[in-house]
């Protein structure tokens, strides 16, 4: 009995098969989790979610998954380049089949000794509260249909909806909080230092002007952000746009998301009241191993002990790797253990190439 985790596929179907020979993944024994991104890009996305099925594989949706399901229900048009015809050509019983699959996967996995995620984790949440954040998403995710497909991703990107929803009635509220836990889970990769006067994603049009809008009192007692529990101080902010190498950029307030004990040391140098008893600065760190996909540009970058990196770029040419996932615990301040836990159990090179 071995858990194994295999990073972003994206349609890289041999490779896949390939990979599950090279750790002898025995399905009457062993589980095997993705994180993420099936489909999207490669070649043989069809291929990839019957061998997710047919290995009882346990998935976290992505970013191009949530793409395809788009897709697949009306509400988007897919671009030549997302290679989704093969599964957008079935009758509708079939895309049904695979939908309902994808649907039934959820943000998540949690387990005894680790998380898994397909972009990232927010560090502000109680461990409670990632359980429970990702239970609702999932649960509600499940329920759609075209109808929901084509209100809420219907040609949009997830901020636009985020920017679009207001703060009037209790559906509102909660779908907010519904399209800020995926962007957390299937997109983000920096998080910002802003002030309330800033810009930002997760407030239209800006924090001040909400904040005028609204009023302080009733704003705090809707809480309708999982992400800003004080709009009177600094927060971190998702950044969506960036999608470079893992680095800090200091001067713009930009971190990785994993970079949270930095980032706090680093603004507290520039002012203590901006960190200190402040609920936004609230960075608790996670109580188990991160596995996340999405940033194939962490390959090969020295991430913090306890957050692993999966995606190793397979279907831009480089290769699909596979990871053995802890069955137990882990003491998080064992940190030449938690980098084990980053070294890769299995690789096969990439057959995608490109002209
Ligand atoms: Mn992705």
Redesign the pocket.
């Known amino acids: 009995m071995a858990k194994y985790l295999i990073g972003?596929i994206?349609g890289c179907a041999d490779e896949f098969a390939q990979l599950l020979e090279k750790i002898n993944f025995n399905p009457a024994e062993d589980e095997l989790y993705l994180a993420?991104?099936l489909v999207?890009r490669g070649p043989k996305p069809k291929e990839v979610l019957d061998l997710a099925i047919k290995h009882n594989a346990k998935a976290v949706l992505?970013?191009?998954d949530l793409h395809f399901l788009a897709c697949l229900y009306g509400a988007r048009e897919a671009k030549e380049s997302d290679n989704f015809d093969s599964l957008l050509n079935l009758n509708p019983e079939e895309k049904q089949y695979y939908a309902s699959w994808l649907q039934e996967q959820g943000f998540v996995r949690e387990d005894e000794g680790f998380y898994l995620v397909?972009?990232s984790l927010d560090p502000t949440w109680l461990p409670e509260q990632i359980t429970d954040i990702a239970q609702q998403a999932k649960e509600f995710f499940k329920s759609w249909g075209a109808e929901e497909f084509k209100r809420f991703f219907g040609g949009k990107q997830f901020y636009i909806n985020l920017r679009e929803l207001g703060f009037a009635s209790h559906e509102e509220i909660f779908l907010r909080r519904f399209f800020e836990s995926l962007l957390v889970f299937?997109?983000c990769r920096f998080r910002q230092f802003k002030t309330l006067e800033e810009e930002s994603i997760l407030l239209y049009p800006s924090a001040q002007q909400v904040l005028d809008t609204i009023g302080k009192d009733k704003l705090q007692k809707l809480a309708p952000s999982l992400l800003i529990e004080d709009y009177s101080k600094a927060y971190f902010d998702l950044n969506i746009g960036l999608k470079g190498k893992p680095e800090a950029v200091r001067e713009q307030g930009l971190y990785p998301w994993f970079e949270f004990a930095r980032a706090k040391a680093e603004r507290t140098k520039d002012n203590v009241r901006q960190v200190y008893k402040n609920p936004n600065f609230n960075f608790l760190g996670f109580k188990k191993p991160v596995y996340f996909?999405?940033?194939s540009l962490c390959n090969g970058f020295p991430l913090p002990p306890g957050f692993i990196g999966t995606?190793t770029s397979c279907v831009f040419g480089d290769r699909l790797t596979a990871y053995k996932l802890p069955e137990f615990s882990v003491n998080m301040q064992d940190q030449a253990f938690l980098l084990t836990l980053a070294q890769p159990i299995a690789e096969v090179k990439s057959t995608i190439k490109f002209n």
């Open positions: 972003d994206h993420g991104d999207g992505g970013n191009y397909h972009a299937t997109i996909g999405h940033w995606d």
